[in-house]
C-alpha cells in the first residue's frame, strides 16, 4: 500500500508562510498525481494545489500567487510552501496521492492563521 506523512503545519499570523512537506513510501510506483487539499470546519475538503507526474501543477483560485507546490522525486517527498497566509486559509491539510485512480491520504496536518 501507501503511506503518506505530513509535516510543517501550525499557527502564524496573517501575511506570514509556512511549507507543508509530505513523505509518501510504499507503493509508490506509477503515481498519476500527488496534492493538498483542506478542510476547513464546517466545510467540504477542497484542492488546493495538485501535480502531476509530468509536473503540470493546478491550483484553486484562492491560493493561486501565494501557494507553491514542488517535488523532490529522490526524497519521494511533495512540499506545499504557502506564503502570505490568510486567516481564511485555516485548516487541516491533508495530502493526497493519486495511483490508478484510487486516492491515499495523509493523517492531516492544522494550518492556523491568526488575524
Known amino acids: 500500500q501507501v503511506q503518506l506523512v505530513e509535516s510543517g503545519g501550525g499557527l502564524v499570523q496573517a501575511g506570514g508562510s509556512l511549507r507543508l512537506s509530505c513523505a509518501a513510501s510504499?507503493?509508490?510506483?506509477?503515481?498519476?498525481?500527488m496534492g493538498w487539499y483542506r478542510q476547513a470546519p464546517g466545510k467540504q475538503r477542497e484542492l488546493v494545489a495538485a501535480i502531476t507526474r509530468g509536473d503540470s501543477t493546478n491550483y484553486a483560485d484562492s491560493v493561486k500567487g501565494r501557494f507553491t507546490i514542488s517535488r523532490d522525486n529522490a526524497k519521494n517527498t511533495v512540499y506545499l510552501q504557502m506564503n502570505s497566509l490568510k486567516p481564511e486559509d485555516t485548516a487541516v491539510y491533508y495530502c493526497n496521492l493519486e495511483r490508478f485512480r484510487v486516492n491515499y491520504w495523509g493523517q492531516g496536518t492544522q494550518v492556523t492563521v491568526s488575524s
Open positions: 510504499g507503493r509508490i510506483f506509477s503515481v498519476d498525481s
